[in-house]
């Protein structure tokens, strides 16, 4: 499927998002400002692509979104909102703690905003924010301030550490 890049009108969020079937008529929530528009209203723009996906469903008809981790089979829920996702650690603000021993992970090392859509589906856009380790989303890292729709099944890389994303 297609990498493309749009333009939140309101706010001038670049985000990239997969063209999916139907996505003429899809309303685009904007991360950054929760401004929704309609994807015709949204301007493209043109980036450097890379990616090479696979039809896989980007939103949760449950209504649930987890992260789960390969090495140790933990399950980490993502709850609706902002998660600050990061090591675990006494002084770690972040939201969703991870329990391991991989210490490249930061405290806070990324973040995973969960979007309500229009329909009552959830979404989920990940961001490195600005962390200076890396971030990777199936082996493509996340530059500056990008955030991405995350797909089913997306292979979340922070560190040594890998994470399947469970949007079903
Ligand atoms: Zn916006």
Redesign the pocket.
Same mark, same amino acid.
């Given at each position: 499927m297609e990498t493309i890049h749009i333009k @939140?009108p309101? &706010?001038?969020?670049v985000l990239r998002l997969q063209r999916a079937p139907g996505i003429e008529n899809m309303t685009v929530p @904007?991360p950054? &400002?929760g401004?929704r528009t309609p994807f015709l209203q949204c301007k493209q723009v043109a980036l450097p692509q890379s990616g090479n996906k696979t039809e896989l469903p980007s939103y949760s008809k449950t209504g649930r979104v987890s992260l789960i981790d390969r090495t140790t089979g933990r399950t980490y829920e993502l709850p609706e909102g902002r998660n600050n996702v990061g090591r675990a650690h006494a002084t770690s603000n972040a939201d969703v703690q991870i329990f391991t021993t991989d210490q490249g992970m930061s405290r806070v090392h990324s973040t995973m905003q969960v979007i309500k859509t229009a329909s009552g589906t959830m979404r989920c856009v990940i961001s490195n924010a600005n962390n200076k380790n890396a971030t990777l989303v199936n082996g493509e890292k996340l530059e500056g301030e990008d955030e991405l729709y995350l797909q089913n099944g997306d292979i979340i890389k922070m560190s040594h550490s890998e994470f399947i994303i469970d949007i079903s």
């Open positions: @939140c309101n &706010c001038g969020k @904007c950054a &400002c401004v």
